[in-house]
């Protein structure tokens, strides 16, 4: 049995990790519920789970919480501190990190810190502690599953291909829902545009992080940091369709992919169950649904964001948490409306460009690299 702890459940990714958990009652367990701020959603989860420990975020929802749990042997806490630290509180297995943003940054690295195993789905966690983070995981000697549709798929690729060289990965991407747009359309962008995406139901951040491709931006980092590459051999490709994951390129030439219908279960579960393979309920591939698959180059001009990553990623330090702290102010004012959808790279841009890197960042200057970020460039 192992014991999981769910960070994010009542998100997106969390909410698909428990519908595996509930098909699989016999391989896992529910150790740890942690949320932002929904409490009646956490409060149900809890009493079908029975988990050790609960936490939300939001203290002002504690006393909520701990009245409906009251009767149930599960200890509740409240805050971001309890979120940072649930470490001191809880034992489990496997982290499954669904947290939305910077927030993930500090659990991830008191869980590395711990020495647990995650599932990372919290992209936003490697980009802001880049390789410092990387090498913490290498030095406590912590695997780092990606849940990330790509990154599993690379992931998968690359089992078996130990002792082989990477030549390219091709990081396959659908484009969004501004695929084919030109700057001028951009200009026009609302929110509600901008959360329709084509094949994906997600969070409405990353929703809008795929409609800018910073989500692509993101996942470049991401695949430098997890295996190791250099940016200029991730190449993201589109595939529309959202049906091959990503491949891998290796030295002879030869590519390999992973492909299925875009689902997060398969990438979610896998990193549960890594290294075996565990059936689904999943409908099976039907070549039929896909007579075409096309693929095509992203337009860098209109989507500003994917080179803003590489930048950030090639000047690293602590480039890189100024453009995820960037990338978040502008995104949540872009959805209250404050600043237009092309503002998003503006913003960006002009706080990378005013930014002094710190070359080998600790923890701590992470943290107030993101705090200071914030401060100076969100919309008041
Ligand atoms: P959602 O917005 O759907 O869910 C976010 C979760 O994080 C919610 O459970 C939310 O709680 C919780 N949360 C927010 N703030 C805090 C906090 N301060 N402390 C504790 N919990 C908090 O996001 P997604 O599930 O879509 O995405 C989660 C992560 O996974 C992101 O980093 C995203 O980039 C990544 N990802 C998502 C994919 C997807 O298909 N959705 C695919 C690949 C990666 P509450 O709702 O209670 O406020
Ligand atoms: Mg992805």
């Known amino acids: 049995m192992k014991r999981i702890a769910v960070l994010g459940s009542t998100g997106s990714i969390g909410t698909q990790t428990l519908d595996i958990v509930r098909r699989h009652p016999d391989m896992f367990c529910i ?12 409060i149900k989860q809890a009493l079908e789970f029975n988990p050790n420990t609960v936490v939300i975020a939001d203290s002002s929802k504690y006393k909520e919480v701990a009245d409906a749990l009251q009767s149930k042997d599960i200890k509740v806490f409240s805050g971001q501190e309890s979120v940072n630290h649930i470490n001191d509180a809880a034992d489990y297995d496997l982290m499954v990190q669904a947290i939305v943003g910077f927030s993930g940054f500090e659990p991830t690295y008191r869980t590395i810190l711990a020495k647990k195993p995650i599932a990372l789905a919290n992209k936003e966690s490697l ?14 000697h912590v695997p780092i599953l990606p849940v990330d549709s790509e990154h599993s798929a690379i992931f998968q690729c690359l089992q078996g291909e130990h ?6 990965i091709l990081l396959t991407a659908s484009g ?3 695929r084919g747009k030109n700057p001028d359309f951009m200009e026009t962008v609302t929110p509600e545009m901008a959360l329709k995406h084509p094949t994906w139901k997600m969070g409405n951040k990353i929703t809008i992080d795929s409609a800018t491709l910073m989500n692509k931006g993101f996942e470049i980092i991401e695949a430098v940091l997890l295996f190791n590459v250099d940016v200029q051999q991730v190449e993201p490709v589109i595939n529309p369709q959202s049906v091959i994951h990503s491949m891998v390129e290796f ?11 875009p689902t997060m279960t398969i990438p979610i579960q896998y990193a549960m169950t890594y290294p075996l393979r565990y059936p689904t309920l999943l409908k099976k591939f039907d070549f039929a649904d896909y007579p075409a698959l096309s693929f095509e180059k992203i337009d860098t001009d209109t989507f500003r964001c994917v080179n803003l990553a590489k930048e950030a990623i090639n000047i ?11 990338n978040e102010v502008a995104v949540y004012a872009f959805l209250n409306r404050k600043i237009r959808f092309t503002d998003i790279p503006r913003i960006i841009a002009k706080a990378m460009n005013e930014h002094n890197t710190i070359s080998n960042p600790t923890f701590e200057d992470l943290i107030s690299v993101d705090a200071q970020t914030r401060e100076k460039y969100s919309i008041k």
Do not use: C, H
């Not at 740890?32 to 009646?40: I, Y």
């Not at 980009?127 to 406590?140: E, S």
């Open 163 to 168: 002792y082989n060289k990477i030549s390219r």
């Open 251 to 261: 030295e002879d030439g030869s590519i390999k992919a992973q492909m299925g219908y």
């Open 31 to 42: 150790e740890v519920l942690v949320a932002g701020s929904n409490s009646e959603l956490l």
């Open 127 to 140: 980009v802001v502690g880049g390789r410092m983070i990387m090498q913490l995981a290498a030095d406590n």
């Open 316 to 326: 690293g330090g602590s480039m890189t948490a100024v453009l995820n702290a960037a």
């Open 176 to 178: 969004g829902p501004f």
